[in-house]
């Protein structure tokens, strides 16, 4: 499918490695200067009545503000960057890819791979360097029956496993399956001409509203899962 | 004949003073209810999002793993029928877990939203002295 | 599907990993602290207010409060004085009254006494007068002299019809 080819725009070659700069790295690259362009404009002047900028800053941050104190308590704080990192990445990689000629970086399995996965080895880290060995204890449940929990360990772990792949095929599918979507639906308005095209274009119309919202709650969702994993990290049971 | 008493908005009585202050104060303490009743309903939208493709993932993680062990150990198709159902049973359990947080969640949203945050009032939380 | 293509897998890695530590270093080092600062600044202007209202309110109830003690104290103190005031003026008066009946009794009592001296000398004086007149009626008429005692127990009996 054309809308997520990979394009290289310019060469780069390192160890063997074919690091070109591509269409999906020009996206990632829009995702941060708009960050930043957003932060730096809303934070110029502070004032106590925010302006329209600062307002969109400050919802923002507390949005991620009380997500993570909200699942990892106080002390989780110091997590807030990276989750609020990792929430601006997504929504951004999501909605840059739904403007005209745009390209969804999270549409690919690969990104929303080494994203999960690289939380998943985080928490990972985190839960054996403040638990260590103890951390164990998150596969068996509180008050299992000693009967059961050989069985319940083993599906606990397969869990503790599954977590990344669920993590990273949720927002990969969702983003890929919208934009097909979309796409295949704006091939029907050219296909079916000015007489019924209408149709189609109405239909488009709502499913790019829809997909505004999905957008929005799978960075959701992503950022919240991370807090739910760090929790199991930070606070085991 | 001229009014000399000054007009009642200029200088407000103590009453006045007295009520609007207690409204600030129970506008701060409603605003944060109200911070936690937006939370349930955001994490009530973004768990179901999760349930159709936790089954998935976890039935594909059980059977790469399967897959992976039959070709090493040359028992095709054991390892691959078990771990895929304990991939399968891992996800339904999951997808209940979400269930149960859910429940949890619409309750915050629904019902016994007032009575909740009515409840909660007067017992001081211990992590709602950030804001 | 371009997606499963693992030829532009290690360029994607890469630039993921890069604009990661990109936006990272962006949202750690200038929206965060700043944004955090902003809102905390507002929170404790915005609770500073409201902690300062709520003390001048506060000051307010104790000052009305004073004022209300002080009033009922010097209203209770007023009374007490006048109590004290009108019992010792009621005591002097009561004294003075003791002192003048006293003296008025006193002054009427020896003016009694006086009368009644004054009437007895002159009753007497008045006997001494009747039984010298008798006498001397008596011997006069009589020739005779009388005994004294005789004459002044007639006086006194023709005296007391008299009466």
């Not at chain 1, 949005?63 to 990192?85: E, R, W």
């Not at chain 1, 308005?189 to 505004?212: D, K, M, Q, R």
């Not at chain 3, 001048?56 to 209770?76: L, P």
Request: hydrophobic residues 50%.
């Amino acid at each position: 499918m054309e809308q997520f080819e990979i394009k290289p725009l310019f060469d780069l070659h390192i160890a063997g490695y074919d690091l070109s700069y591509t269409n999906s790295a020009l996206f990632m690259t829009f995702a941060v200067i708009a960050s930043a362009l957003l932060f730096w404009s809303a934070t110029r002047n502070r004032t106590m009545v925010p302006s329209r900028w600062q307002s969109i800053a400050e919802v923002l941050y507390e949005f991620n503000a009380t997500m993570v104190k909200d699942n990892i308590g106080k002390q989780g704080l110091k997590y807030l960057p990276f989750v609020f990192t990792l929430f601006l990445f997504v929504l951004l990689g999501n909605v840059l890819g739904l403007m005209p000629y745009g390209f969804t970086i999270t549409s690919h399995i690969v990104v929303t791979a080494t994203l999960a996965v690289a939380i998943w080895v985080g928490a990972t880290v985190i839960g054996f360097s403040r638990h260590g060995f103890h951390y164990f204890s998150l596969l068996l449940p509180k008050g299992t029956p000693p009967a059961v929990a050989p069985f319940l360990v083993l599906i606990e772990t397969m869990s503790y496993f599954i977590r990344p792949v669920s993590l990273s095929l949720r927002l990969f599918a969702n983003m890929m399956a919208g934009h097909v979507l979309l796409k295949v639906l704006a091939g029907f308005i050219i296909s079916l001409g000015l007489l019924f095209g209408w149709i189609p274009l109405i239909a488009v119309f709502g499913i790019t509203l829809l997909e505004i919202m999905v957008a929005l709650i799978q960075a959701y969702v992503f950022a919240l899962l991370t807090c739910i994993y760090l929790n199991d990290a930070v606070n085991l049971h | 004949m001229t009014d000399r008493e000054p007009p009642a908005q200029s200088t407000p009585s103590l009453e006045d003073v007295a009520a609007r202050l207690e409204a600030v104060q129970a506008r701060e303490a409603k605003e944060n209810a109200g911070a936690e009743r937006r939370k349930g309903k955001a994490e009530g939208i973004g768990i179901g999002m999760r349930i159709g493709i936790e089954l998935l993932a976890s039935v594909l993680v059980g059977g790469g793993l399967g897959v992976f062990l039959d070709d090493k150990l040359e028992t095709s198709p054991i390892f691959l029928l078990a771990m895929v159902s304990l991939g399968f049973t891992a996800g339904v359990m999951n997808v209940l877990r979400i269930t149960k947080r859910m429940d949890v969640a619409n309750r915050i949203v629904h019902g016994d939203a007032a009575k909740d945050a009515k409840t909660r009032q007067p017992a001081p939380s211990a992590d709602d002295d950030g804001e | 599907m371009p997606q499963f293509d693992p030829s532009s897998f290690p360029s994607q890695i890469f630039w993921l990993v890069v604009s990661f530590i990109a936006l990272y270093l962006v949202v750690s080092r200038l929206a965060v602290p700043r944004v955090a600062e902003v809102l905390e600044q507002r929170h404790r202007l915005v609770q500073d207010d409201i902690d300062r209202a709520a003390s001048f309110k506060a000051e307010t109830d104790q000052a009305i409060a004073a004022y209300e003690q002080a009033m009922a104290d010097a209203r209770a103190q007023a009374q007490e004085q006048i109590r004290i005031v009108t019992n010792e003026a009621k005591a002097i008066a009561e004294k003075r009254t003791a002192e003048v009946t006293k003296a008025v009794n006193d002054q009427t009592a020896q003016a009694e006494a006086r009368i009644a001296k004054a009437r007895q000398d002159a009753l007497d004086g008045l006997m001494q007068v009747a039984a010298d007149n008798a006498k001397a009626v008596v011997a006069k008429l009589a020739n005779l002299t009388p005994d004294d005692a005789a004459v002044q127990s007639a006086v006194a009996g023709a005296l007391k019809e008299t009466r």
